[in-house]
């Protein structure tokens, strides 16, 4: 059985799309409504790094336009970088250095994953060639410039549960994607990213419990806290990926016309 990808219903687009927002007001809300609600801001945290997440992944990934993907990712940074602000009542700069930072660590992975057997040979990126423009290369160090600057004098940043946050959230949102893209049924795959999702929470627990210098039995009821966030996370992206289809034509048909078994 071959199945045919190369269609995607607007209408099911906009329906995600509308969840995913109705979603964010409920957590913003609940948020709002109780600023010391633990699991809320647990829940817009999830919310804000799997949406920024998605947004890199589109830009990747598209074959089209560079110029768009940019801007989306640009767009996608803004809002997030102001909604964390005035929710967490952190300062703007702070909240860009850190977000930033997330999203050029994902966006330089997924590039390094695009050129590796990690990927189908799906047209949409070649093998073997790591090179970058000129342009690439100056808007890169450029980034890392202004991300660095604004890490001087900042109270956030320097933690170990920022740096775990960053590299946790990247490792989860590449691992949804090599995991979407395999030939499996679809149930396989998402409790094998579900899995990998509470091991990913778990270490990002372990390691800011360590860092910390606190009893980990006291911070044991944090475990469910912090395995919740990363499967959230994984949840939108896989949900985004197997039902909007973002990524190219190309991409999801190399993943699903393979002809199942008799």
């Given amino acids: 059985m071959v199945v045919n990808v190369s ?27 109780a600023p010391t609600a633990f699991v809320a801001g647990v829940l817009c945290d999830a919310l804000c790094f799997s949406q920024l997440g998605l947004a890199c992944i589109f830009a990747v990934f598209n074959p089209g336009r560079r110029v768009w993907s940019v801007l989306i990712v640009v767009a996608a940074l803004g809002i997030a970088v102001v909604a964390t602000a ?4 952190d300062r703007i700069w702070e909240m860009i250095a850190f977000l930033g930072t997330y999203a050029t660590l994902l966006i330089l992975s997924l590039w390094t994953v695009k050129h590796t057997r990690l990927w189908p040979a799906d047209g949409t990126a070649t093998r073997g060639i790591w090179q970058f423009s000129v342009g690439q290369l100056l808007a890169l160090m450029t980034v890392v410039a202004v991300l660095l600057v604004m890490f ?5 940043i320097p933690g170990a549960e920022v740096a775990t946050d960053v590299a946790t ?12 893209v395999r030939p499996w049924h679809v149930l396989l795959r998402l409790a094998t990213l ?30 469910p806290i912090s395995i919740a966030d990363s499967a959230i996370q994984a949840l939108v992206i896989f949900i985004w990926l197997e039902v909007g289809r973002i990524i190219p ?14």
């Fill in 7 to 33: 269609q995607r219903s607007p209408v099911i687009l906009l329906l995600l799309a509308a969840a995913t927002l109705a979603l964010d007001a409920v957590a913003i809300y609940w948020l709002r409504a």
């Fill in 86 to 89: 005035k929710l967490f009542d």
């Fill in 152 to 156: 001087r004098g900042s109270e956030l």
């Fill in 169 to 180: 959230s990247s490792a989860l949102v590449v691992a949804a994607l090599v995991i979407w």
């Fill in 194 to 223: 579900l899995f990998v999702a509470g091991l990913l929470g778990l270490a990002d627990w372990i390691h800011a419990s360590w860092s910390a210098n606190s009893d980990f039995g006291s911070r044991a009821g944090e475990i």
């Fill in 249 to 262: 034509r190309a991409a999801a048909r190399a993943r699903d016309d393979v002809p199942a078994p008799a």
